[in-house]
Every structure is written in C-alpha cells, then in structure tokens.
C-alpha cells in the first residue's frame, strides 16, 4: 500500500532573485522517501496530509490540507540559514480508507530514518495524532543512543485522552506514548486551558507525572516562573522533541485550526519559549499541527506556523 505522496513544486513558490534568498530556493524535493544518507546536518521536511485522528476526536475536518499551506507559506520567507545546510522536502504521509495507523507506521519509520541520517526533521500536520507516530520515531533513536528524551508540547490540550476502542486519535498521542513507554514518558504540557481539559485528564497527568504550566500562568509577566520550569525540565533529560498545537495559540492570532480558542497564548511567549528550547542544543525534532485552512482569515495562521518553523530552524542552525 503506497501511503506516501511526492513534494509539489508548486507549494514552493515566493519572490524571484538571482541569489538563493528565500526557502522556496532553496528546497529541494526528494522523491520517493529517498532519505539523503550522508554526515552532513540537514533539514528534513514531510507532511502529514490527515484528519482522521481529528474526525475521531470529534473535530472539524480541513487539516488534511495543512502541509501544502504551510509550504506555501513558508517557501515567501526570507532564508537566513548557513548556505551549506540542505533543506530537503520528502513529500507526504497521507491516509488511505480511515487506516491512520499504518499511515502511523511509515511516519515512525521516516522520523527514525531521519534523525539516523543527521536530519533535523520538521513534521507538518495534520492532526496532532501525528505526535504519536513522531514520537515513537524520536524515541527510538535516542534510547538507542542510551539516552533519554523529554517531550514539550505547546497545547491548549494535554492530550492525554485514551484511545476509543483501541483507536488513537487527536487527543490521544501522548497516552499512547506513556502507555507504550511507561518508564521513558517525559512530558510538559504549555498553555494547558483548565475550560478545554476535563479534571479526569488532569488526574491522568498526575497519574503520568507530566509537568505543565496552566494557561492562567502561561503569560509574560510571569516569564521568570515559566522560564525556571522550562530549564528544570531541559536540565533533566538528553534530548527534546517539540509539537507546537496551533490551537495554543489565541484564534486573535490562529483561527485556522480545529478546535479555536480565544484565550489561548500569543505568539511572544511563544517564541520565548522556542528561544529557551534552542539554546539548550537539545532540540531533535519538531513538529507544527493542527492547521485547518478552510477557517483560517488572510492565512494568519499558515503564516504562523511559517514562521514558527523558520525561527526555530535559523536558531538552532546559527
């Protein structure tokens, strides 16, 4: 079953010039899941073209469309990375016939070939049911280096919802994960809406032992509170794997995504926060889900995420 669909030139796209100075310059398309298998450093990007995780969780339908826009998006920002540094676009993971897990299991696959070939991958959703497929690729890469991953998600949601009927979903990556590895489950949870998360699922991150700072906490005038969770969690493991859940963010700044919030975070303590994970050169692997654009206004929330992506790979590589 071919579950994988090959990068399109045309969700590359911005403003010509005669030197390489915008992302869609400088991508290039690898078909084939062909992974580039060198010592090099390099970016690897692939898309989650899904939303039956979404469906399943009760959701509004459109993230299937989320990695072509935010390509589109992307591929207009100006490219402030080291010229030497390959970005490689490996296509899409799609799902066919309601069957997310096997589209589950090549995304696993990737995200671990990857980071075996010096990638840094960049995972774009999609319904944040990816993170479960991407983490289980992350995890198995660093505990086979003897090492030990913390996991930081930027969420409105815990996500920690069980499967239904054995069936995960968009709520459910991160139970998944602890359910499968009790002993390697490292998390914290940013933006957590006390409104959007039942007391049940604040009972099963005690339960876990996940960190998470509240979205009352999860302000700038509380940075100094925030950035001393941050580090204290960085401190006690190895590596990081990110997930930024658009629908953190307030609908002021993200409308396009499943489940909208007006009184999710801004985009300054965002980035705050991305800042603070780079610096600790922890960081291995990202991912950006979540994006619905058939709800999205001017493509505000498309550009976000661009430029989330953008900022976090120029940190980390300069």
Do not use: C
Request: charge should be neutral.
């Amino acid at each position: 079953m071919n579950l994988h669909q090959n990068p399109s030139p045309f969700n590359w796209s911005g403003r010509k010039s005669d030197q390489v100075e915008y992302w869609h310059q400088a991508i290039q398309p690898v078909v084939n899941l062909k992974i580039k298998d060198d010592s090099t450093k390099k970016v690897g990007i692939l898309g989650y073209s899904s939303e039956e995780g979404v469906i399943r969780n009760q959701g509004r339908t459109g993230t299937i469309e989320g990695p072509a826009v935010i390509r589109k998006m992307l591929g207009s920002v100006a490219l402030h990375l080291p010229e030497n540094l390959p970005l490689y676009d490996y296509g899409d993971v799609f799902t066919l016939d309601q069957d997310m897990e096997s589209s589950h299991e090549l995304i696993s696959k990737t995200s671990y070939e990857l980071l075996k070939t010096n990638h840094f991958p960049v995972i774009l959703g999609g319904g944040h049911d990816l993170a479960y497929a991407h983490g289980k690729g992350v995890l198995k890469h660093v505990k086979e280096r003897g090492e030990k991953l913390g996991i930081i998600n930027l969420d409105a949601h815990f996500d920690l919802r069980p499967p239904i009927k054995g069936k995960g979903h968009s709520g459910s990556p991160f139970y998944q994960l602890a359910e499968e590895n009790p002993a390697h489950f490292h998390y914290l949870a940013l933006g957590i809406q006390r409104a959007a998360n039942p007391k049940s699922l604040f009972d099963t991150a005690e339960k876990l032992k996940a960190r998470y700072i509240v979205m009352e906490e999860f302000r700038l005038h509380n940075w100094e509170y925030i950035e001393e969770q941050i580090i204290w969690f960085i401190d006690s493991v190895n590596k990081i794997y990110l997930s930024i859940d658009l629908d953190g963010f307030s609908s002021a700044f993200a409308p396009g995504v499943s489940a909208p919030s007006p009184m999710g975070f801004n985009p300054q303590i965002a980035f705050k926060v991305f800042e603070l994970i780079v610096k600790s050169k922890k960081l291995v692997s990202l991912d950006v889900v979540e994006l619905n654009p058939q709800f999205d206004q001017d493509n505000a929330t498309a550009r976000l995420a661009a430029r989330s992506i953008e900022y976090i790979v120029r940190k980390a590589f300069s």
